[in-house]
């Protein structure tokens, strides 16, 4: 066993149980710190499969800002562990998320071994020769800015759109609008009791 | 390492980034104005869709980016629907606004217009990437305006569900782009195509995959469209959402899923339909799941007493039938397909819109509440017959001319080797278009068939009226002289690389 | 101009509608006067076309072709031969006639009630004009929504019932007819090259039998409810009954007849070997529907009721004498489509008149009518004649003529027919007898009002008819022939028949096989000499 297949088979084992741990466990602060453990495991697949600059972005993007957003934002709404978190799910709903773990599973024993069975070379050979630059800084961002620089560009109206999406849900009525409001209610409440009669 | 920049020309792309920077400027106006100006707001947007449809008219067909930014016949035909579509939502919904949502009006219009740009995008993408985009952009503004009355329990309700539907739909849509990028190693669909042709996959190795990829495909896509099994959410959100962002959503965000399938597995992965992957065929499995949408979503509009549920219910049904001619798998069944959606959005708008002005005045959505509306509202009553009577399909509306091509398609390819299957999928049409003349029917009934009066005279504001009046002219004038529409959806196809018919 | 008076004929009654929209609402007699006007000036129409119609000519006539779609090969083709004169001539007649029915028991919706007859008046006029397979389609279905609405609004207590049931079922039927249709153009494409939907140009394609049988099945579902062959006739007595006069006349008088001229023009020359093969089994469901009709019939306590069986009785006849395949069954099928329009009509009319004196149908609420109506009794005794079909009355030449078709084809379809003219003479004579004689023990009967001038003027073209077509049909015959003999010698492609050019019999011959597999089918000889006489 060499220490790559080590490498791999740990930090697949942790990034599967970090997952598992986040689902499971109640308590919402440890759950993001599995997360974050599971996120960390999977910045180190990311960087053996040579893809050094996904991994990197992973560790600094998810693990280093969105996940500690997160942190503060659990603290601060005080969630405790194991509060009652509403009626169990119906025995259909229940059902239904066996059976797509299930499917899941089947379907990635069949992908492994489809991939195992030495069709490798057609799978290459439509994907043409990696280059030895695979997945450097460089090399990504020589083909966001070029080849991929619209969609890229896009996404940049997709996080404007977010941001504003979660303005209008997020952001309270002023007392202004509150009463504006309440009489809007009034009035159409008062208008149309005179269209009833 | 040279800088390569695909074909760029932003005059091709120019509809979509002036619609966009409408958007910002609508929002704005509405924060400038201190949120004072009600209705300006509304008719600002409708100005700039009609604006960007001037635009769309004169840019002609070419690429903006390379592949991922292509306008092709198809694409322009469905940036119309998606205009038509918008621009009617936007009429039918100045009641609401002006009743119910005190703030934000500039971002209910902006999200809406934001959407339509999302929908656009998709519409020219002829890429993997973009494509997905495209459909992330255009549907997470519908999230938004989902839950947009958020002291409204169900409206809350219908938008966090259809916000996990949806991310949930994309997580598994992007899982089986992924594969399809990891078999063909690009996400250029015309590459794929060609990729896909050279290759001879066999079950054996790596066809696996390729089902799978498939598989999760249809189930992304069929969460957009709301085909069971993935249709849960539509009755919800339609009953819990504004009404005209669930006519929006039933025409715009519905019309976007579907080019998106028209894309990849009508265009990408044509190469498998053929003979010798008879296990990848993709057709066999989305006319399961049409199947399944016409006799689930017929069935369960009749008991629906909630007239948005029904409405729901419908268009999962007439998203059946539109698949029906999606999985016809020719050039005649995408221009049917394009047709279908376009004389859908007609009737299903103006239904909607006058769904709108009815609740607007009276809070109520259900269908008994129509009881008697014929005698006080008779002019309403009659141009809502009459989109319903074309949603049922009853000749001689658009709405029969649409399933009439649908079939037609569906028969076409019947008739050749190996496509006997597609009957049963025509069967399963015929049949639940009988069920679906019932539920329409029904409305009618409550309308016309009351001896007692209604007790409400609803009446149209003027931008709503304009909404029905489009959507009536659509209805007739497309019922009886479709020509132009069929000779410019006959061109959907062009760029697919079928033989024409 | 006259070449295209079809059109004119057909969408005169639209341009009513577009001009009753614009007459307010609560001027119930401008509305009422405006559309018995259009009606009439319909009816004038089509006594033109009838003037104009050469009836020496066998082809279509007043042929109109224009390309509506032009992509998919539909186009606007009209044209008419004799049958679909004659019932275009009854259409409007009937349709004059029931408007003046409804003058005065229309009280509500009034504008909407005229507008739905107009509509619904289009809708007959332009199925029997159309040529082309996608035009025939769309006014076929084009009269289910005025029909329901004339059922669902003024209709009786289960209107709503009725009315869904009615829609339901014709909708059911024709959806199956639109696969069929699909298929018959994209298989004329596959041989052809073109798309068309053009009637004559599809009638004269190959087609091999398995096509045939099911094509045949899909379009002969969708004719066989609307006319309605039993066991699929259970729609009509809920639409019958419950329908407002008006709707009764012109759904008994007309809508029924779409579906026996859609087998006499579509069915029986597209599909001629299927039409050979599926011949006993129309024939056996006919006769079925001949005597469960009258035998139903007579029990009914409700006038209307009886009339609406008496009319599964009778449009079996009409569908026995379609598929005797020969020329008096045919004609005498012809004869009795616009028999049974013009009597049945007149029935219903007369069942109109008194439900809106007493607003009641049930005959033992009657009783002695005749002492106290002796006009309305007169009228109803002569219409009751011509339906049981006495000589002289126009009754008698249909049903004579298909029974002796009958008795050419097979002895025991025609056995069994007679019965049902029998039967047809006890219940309708059974049941004036109970309204019309005896004394008046029920007290509201004694004040009731003889017939008005209204009435009056209802019943005398109908009456005229009768006696007319009873004593002198020969001028309608003219017509018919023609037509008839075309129909004829399409189904005569079929291998399995052979045409006798002079007489118009079709023979079945024997398949290569040496053997005819249905015996009940096969034309005896001596039956055929019996016809020269």
Not at chain 2, 111 to 134: C, H, R
Not at chain 2, 386 to 406: C, M, N, Q, R, T
């Amino acid at each position: 066993m060499t220490l790559d297949v080590a490498i791999f088979f740990i930090s697949a084992i942790v990034a599967v149980f970090g997952a598992t741990m986040m689902i499971t466990v109640r308590n919402p602060v440890a759950s993001v710190l599995y997360l974050l453990v599971s996120f960390a495991a999977q910045a180190v697949l990311f960087i053996q499969l040579g893809a050094l600059f996904l991994g990197v972005v992973l560790i600094i993007v998810y693990v280093g800002a969105i996940l500690v957003l997160f942190l503060f934002v659990v603290m601060l709404l005080n969630l405790r562990g194991g509060e009652d978190l509403g009626q169990p799910s119906r025995p259909m709903s229940r059902f239904s998320k066996y059976l797509i773990g299930a499917l899941l599973l089947v379907e990635l024993v069949f992908v492994i071994r489809g991939s195992a069975g030495g069709t490798d070379q057609t799978v290459t050979g439509m994907m043409g020769p990696v280059v030895e630059t695979f997945g450097s800084v460089q090399d990504v961002g020589m083909l966001l800015f070029t080849t991929y620089l619209y969609p890229f560009e896009l996404t940049g109206v997709l996080l404007l759109v977010a941001i504003v999406g979660a303005v209008v849900i997020a952001k309270r009525e002023t007392e202004r609008e509150a009463a504006q409001k309440k009489q809007l209610v009034e009035e159409r409440g008062h208008s149309s009791e005179e269209k009833v009669s | 390492m040279e800088v390569q920049l695909p074909e760029v020309s932003l005059r091709m792309m120019a509809p979509e980034l002036f619609l966009f920077v409408w958007a910002l400027v609508v929002i704005t106006f509405d924060v400038v104005t201190k949120r004072a100006q009600g209705e300006s707001v509304g008719y600002l947007t409708m100005v700039g869709i009609a604006i960007t449809g001037g635009i769309l008219a004169i840019t002609g067909e070419g690429p903006g980016f390379g592949n991922m930014f292509y306008n092709d016949p198809m694409a322009i035909f469905f940036k119309i629907i998606f205009l038509g579509a918008a621009f009617m939502a936007v009429g039918s919904s100045f009641g609401l606004t002006k009743q119910k949502i005190v703030n934000h009006r500039g971002e209910f219009f902006g999200l809406m217009l934001l959407s339509t740009v999302g929908m656009m995008f998709l519409a020219s993408a002829n890429e993997l990437l973009t494509i997905w985009i495209g459909l992330e952009l255009t549907t997470i503004p519908l999230f938004v305006l989902a839950a947009f009355f958020k002291d409204n329990k169900l409206s809350v309700e219908s938008g966090l569900k259809y916000f996990i539907v949806g991310a949930f739909s994309s997580a598994v849509m992007v899982y089986g782009l992924s594969f399809l990028y990891g078999l063909t190693g690009t996400t250029d669909l015309l590459q794929m195509k060609l990729n896909l042709a050279t290759v001879h996959l066999t079950f054996r190795n790596i066809g696996v995959i390729l089902i799978a990829a498939i598989t999760m495909l249809i189930a992304g896509i069929g969460f957009k469209l709301g085909l069971p099994p993935f249709h849960q959410w539509v009755p919800d959100v339609y009953e819990g959402a504004p009404t005209p962002v669930a006519a929006f959503l039933s025409i715009g965000s519905k019309a976007a899923g579907l080019a998106a399938f028209a894309k990849i597995f009508v265009n990408g992965l044509s190469a498998f339909h053929g003979v010798e992957m008879a296990p990848n065929d993709w057709g066999k499995l989305a006319g399961i799941v049409a199947i399944a949408a016409l006799i689930l979503g017929n069935t369960v509009a009749i008991r629906q007493t909630n007239i948005k549920r029904m409405l729901g219910y419908s268009s999962i049904a007439q998203a059946g039938y539109i698949m029906i001619g999606m999985v016809a798998q020719s050039a005649l069944g995408l221009s049917a397909v394009a047709f279908y959606i376009f004389a859908y959005m007609f009737a299903n708008m103006g239904a909607f819109a006058v769904v709108t002005a009815f609740e607007d005045k009276t809070g109520s959505c259900e269908i008994k509440s129509y009881a008697g509306l014929a005698k006080t509202s008779p002019m309403l009553s009659i141009c809502m017959t009459i989109f319903l009577l074309s949603l049922a399909g009853i000749p001689p509306l658009a709405g029969f001319l649409a399933k009439y091509f649908v079939f037609a398609a569906a028969i076409k390819q019947a008739s050749l080797e190996g496509g006997q299957w597609l009957y049963w999928v025509v069967g399963a049409g015929l049949i639940t278009a009988v069920f679906s003349l019932y539920y329409y029917a029904n409305v009618i009934k409550q309308m016309y068939f009351s001896k007692d009066d209604s007790p409400y005279r609803v009446g149209l504001q003027a931008p709503a009226m304009l909404v029905v009046l489009i959507g009536l002219a659509g209805v007739l004038v497309f019922g009886l002289y479709p020509e132009p529409v069929l000779r410019f959806a006959g061109e959907v196809p062009s760029m697919f690389g079928f033989v024409s018919p | 101009m006259i070449g295209d008076i079809l059109t004119y004929l057909t969408f005169f009654p639209v341009l009513g509608v577009v001009l009753l929209l614009l007459v307010p609402k609560e001027r119930h007699d401008s509305i009422k006067s405006l559309s018995l006007i259009i009606a009439f000036v319909t009816m004038l129409i089509s006594f033109l076309v009838y003037a104009l119609f050469d009836p020496l000519a066998s082809g279509m006539q007043f042929e109109v072709n224009v390309p509506w779609v032009n992509s998919v090969g539909i186009s606007y083709h009209l044209g008419i031969d004799g049958i679909s004169l004659l019932l275009i001539v009854l259409t409007t007649i009937l349709t004059v006639l029931a408007i003046l029915s409804s003058w005065n028991s229309i009280k509500t919706g009034v504008k909407g009630f005229y507008i739905s007859i107009l509509l619904l008046t289009t809708g007959m006029i332009g199925v029997f004009v159309s040529l082309d397979l996608f035009l025939f389609y769309v006014f076929w279905e084009v009269m289910l929504i005025p029909m329901y609405f004339l059922i669902g609004v003024w209709g009786g207590p289960r209107r709503v019932y009725a009315a869904i049931k009615f829609v339901l079922f014709t909708m059911f039927g024709s959806l199956l007819m639109l696969v069929a249709v699909l298929y018959l153009v994209f298989k004329y494409h596959s041989m052809a090259g073109v798309y068309s939907f053009d009637i004559q140009a599809l009638v004269s394609m190959p087609l091999s039998f398995s096509e045939q049988a099911y094509l045949f099945a899909a379009f002969a579902l969708a004719f066989a409810i609307k006319v309605p062959l039993w066991p699929l006739h259970t729609w009509l007595p809920d639409a019958h009954v419950e329908a407002p006069t008006a709707g009764s006349v012109i759904l008994a008088g007309v809508l029924l007849k779409m579906g026996t001229y859609g087998f006499i023009r579509i069915c029986l020359p597209m599909f001629p070997e299927a039409t050979v093969a599926f011949l006993p089994y129309i024939c056996v469901l006919s006769v079925i529907a001949i005597v469960y009709g009258a035998l139903v019939a007579m029990v009914q306590k409700d006038v209307k009721s009886l009339v609406a069986f008496s009319s599964v009785s009778h449009m079996g006849f009409v569908m026995l004498g379609l598929f005797t395949l020969n020329l008096q069954g045919l004609e005498g099928s012809v004869m009795q489509m616009i028999n049974h329009g013009i009597s049945t009509g007149a029935l219903f009319l007369l069942v109109g008149m008194i439900y809106d004196r007493r607003h009641t149908r049930l005959i033992s609420e009657f009783g002695g009518i005749a002492k106290v109506m002796p006009a309305f009794a007169t009228y109803f005794m002569i219409v009751t004649l011509s339906s049981i079909g006495l000589p002289f009355t126009n009754g008698f030449v249909g049903e004579f003529l298909i029974l002796l078709g009958a008795f050419q084809l097979n002895t025991w379809y025609g056995v069994f027919a007679v019965t049902g003219v029998i039967f047809s003479a006890c219940y309708m004579l059974w049941m004036y007898q109970r309204v019309m004689y005896g004394k008046v023990t029920n007290p509201e009967n004694e004040k009731l009002t003889d017939m008005s001038a209204r009435e009056r003027i209802i019943m005398i073209p109908l009456v005229f008819l009768i006696f007319w077509i009873g004593v002198y049909p020969k001028p309608l015959f003219d017509r018919i022939e023609p037509a008839v003999k075309n129909v004829l010698e399409q189904v005569s492609r079929a291998k399995s028949v052979q045409l006798d050019p002079v007489t118009y019999e079709l023979t079945r011959v024997k398949d290569e096989k040496g053997t005819v597999t249905d015996a009940t089918v096969t034309f005896a000889p001596e039956q055929e000499e019996a016809t020269h006489e």
